[in-house]
């Protein structure tokens, strides 16, 4: 039976092809490119032949036409019968031409050989470059389509199922997997097919002019085909072994340079160093073991060859010489045998490269076959015209990890339409998991929570994200101009609606300070503004939305006292009139939430105003006296 690998490589082929149905006609005009191109080489051995026993070997010489030597002209004229002779007979031989008649008809046969060579070759030649052209216009726009689907895929993986993946392995999906992939449906496997086509066609040549020989020349096909395997099959795993190695090098990178301050701070340069370093070297090593194993396949499959063709050598000469082979024969037999040998040659190489290939697709559908959020869960999903924002958790329980203990434990709490309400706790009781479940981001094991009575599991996505809005407490901006990071908010939105948006955040100001106003590009991730700055963005592009629930993850615990008053400025115009889930952890925001919820093990402790916990001098009181009491 054959293993699951070659099962699951099968598996990959078959998709691929799939996907590439709708570039087939192309592929089959390639296909008709690639037997012209195919054909090419052979016109060597049999224009070898033509020109050796036709042109060369059947032309007149001195030496091989007697009728060209004195004894022989001599004789000539001798028996030549005379004009004037009586009874000359009445009608003459049929004349033969003359040497230097033969001699140009040998010269013409010459012109017309290479004449001939020269056109098909120009026409192989060309018939490669359509082939080429075409396949990796096939290639590259299947790669390309590839590309954007692992996008999307990654887009819309739930964030239970994103959280398992550094994302340096998705970069490397990007980047090097999709990259051999590219080589091998572009450039090795049109070679393939050509290089099958020339074989093919040798083959033919080599059956039909003698065949026992060719049956000598198969005989190391077995073990041609034995080697080939076997490199294939460690060039595959080998392959395997370097695309992981170059998964945690990118991971490496990718989370040293965005935990740049961090490292800085803690000092830790040179121990980050050595774990590059040590990644570096498990990848320099696979790269290594692979190229090694490419090298010695060539030159190993090339010696079985050359072995092959000094036997095909020895038996062919030694049928001229004993008179069963003309010696254009030979010449024909022995270019075939070039010819074909260099397709096997390189067909090592190719099926390696394309071994490669199959592993970077299977990589990239390892993705794409990743879970993905439905915008609705089925066509029962509900997009109401109008969200009010009343939310309710009943019976809610959560884990992150269905192995590892729950977060929320059968958590209920009413939240109206409106009200803005803080949730506070000490820290990992649950309070940012429970914002994280009215995106939907998650969804709980046990319970339900609901949208003005809908179950948010019916809800669509569009409806349910198209009336939230979340603030962050460190704020991400995109690295493009500051127009562009607020208009995130809501694209279709004009100019004059992200400056009064601006306005609304206590943004505007420090923009027009700026030379380029709007058009500033903050950098990546908005490093060119500082804290309070970015938080103000962010703050305008939730102003944007316009969204009926809010999401505060407290925006001002990390900002000075100047910032934190233009955001809470901006904050008392952005909440009213708004359900509004804030974490909270300064004095100031508690005190403006009408509901405090007070979470501690994933359970509401306490409910109610500050005031009411205060009076009540439960759980919520003392944390306040911890915290808030200077």
């Not at 939105?493 to 030379?515: G, L, M």
Request: proline share 5%.
């Amino acid at each position: 039976m054959p293993d699951s690998s070659q099962a699951q490589q099968r598996e990959v082929i078959r998709r691929v092809l799939k996907d590439a149905r709708p570039y087939y006609p192309r592929l089959a005009l390639a296909m008709f490119f690639g037997v012209l191109a195919g054909l090419g080489p052979l016109s060597y051995p049999i224009g070898l032949q033509r020109i050796i026993d036709d042109a060369l070997i059947g032309a007149p010489s001195a030496l091989a036409n007697p009728a060209n030597s004195l004894p022989g002209a001599l004789s000539g004229i001798a028996m030549k019968p005379s004009a004037t002779a009586p009874n000359a007979a009445v009608t003459a031989a049929p004349r033969r031409p003359t040497p230097a008649e033969k001699t140009h008809r040998d010269v013409n046969l010459l012109y017309i050989i290479v004449a001939a060579l020269f056109v098909i070759n120009l026409i192989a030649y060309s018939a490669q470059y359509g082939q080429s052209y075409l396949t990796a216009w096939s290639g590259q726009r299947l790669v390309a389509n590839l590309r954007v689907r692992l996008f999307d895929r990654v887009l819309s993986l739930p964030l239970g199922e994103f959280d398992k993946w550094r994302p340096g392995e998705f970069l490397s999906r990007f980047s090097n997997d999709l990259a051999i992939m590219t080589d091998a449906v572009s450039i090795s496997l049109p070679q393939l097919f050509q290089t099958l086509i020339t074989l093919a066609g040798a083959l033919y040549i080599l059956f039909s002019h003698d065949w026992l020989l060719t049956l000598c020349l198969l005989v190391f096909a077995p073990v041609v085909n034995y080697v080939v395997a076997t490199f294939t099959r460690l060039i595959s795993q080998g392959t395997q072994s370097t695309q992981e190695r170059v998964a945690d090098l990118s991971a490496n990178l990718t989370e040293t340079l965005q935990a740049q301050r961090i490292v800085k701070a803690f000092r830790r340069e040179k121990y980050e160093s050595e774990r590059f370093r040590n990644n570096n070297e498990a990848y320099f090593g696979a790269f290594m073991k692979l190229t090694q194993l490419g090298l010695t396949q060539t030159p190993v499959v090339g010696m079985i060859l050359a072995v092959a063709m000094l036997a095909i050598v020895l038996f062919s000469a030694r049928e001229v010489i004993v008179g069963r082979m003309k010696p254009g024969e030979v010449f024909l037999f022995w270019g075939a045998v070039v010819v074909a040998i260099n397709p096997i040659n390189r067909f090592a190489t190719y099926v390696g490269d394309l071994s490669k290939g199959v592993i970077g697709a299977s990589r990239v559908y390892e993705v794409l076959d990743l879970p993905s959020e439905r915008d609705d869960e089925g066509a029962a999903a509900i997009a109401p015209a109008e969200i009010l924002g009343a939310l309710q958790f009943e019976n809610v329980t959560f884990a992150y990890d269905l192995a590892s203990a729950p977060v929320l434990h059968d958590l209920s709490a009413g939240i109206e339409a409106g009200e803005i309400v803080a949730l506070v706790g000490p820290s990992g009781a649950g309070k940012t998991t429970i914002v994280n479940l009215v995106p939907r981001f998650y969804k709980p094991q046990i319970g339900r929570i609901t949208l003005d009575g809908i179950d948010l599991a019916r809800l669509s996505l569009s409806a349910l994200r198209g009336a939230i809005a979340i603030v962050p407490q460190e704020p991400l901006l995109f690295s493009g101009t500051i127009e562009e990071n607020i208009r995130y908010g809501r694209l279709d939105a004009t100019r004059a609606e992200i400056e009064s948006a601006a306005r609304e955040a206590n943004a505007d100001e420090f923009v027009r300070e700026f030379p380029q106003g709007y058009e500033t590009r903050v950098g990546d991730r908005g490093v060119r503004l500082s804290g309070g700055q970015r938080q103000r963005i962010s703050i305008a592009r939730a102003v944007l939305r316009d969204p009926r629930i809010l999401i505060l993850d407290e925006a001002t615990s990390a900002l000075d006292s100047h910032s934190e008053r233009l955001i809470e400025a901006a904050l008392d115009r952005l909440l009213p009139g708004r359900t509004t889930l804030i974490i909270a952890h300064r004095l100031s925001t508690i005190r403006r939430a009408h509901k405090i919820l007070y979470i501690d093990a994933g359970r509401v402790v306490e409910a109610g105003s500050h005031q009411e916990l205060m009076a009540a001098g439960g759980a919520y009181a003392r944390l306040h006296a911890a915290q808030f009491v200077s």
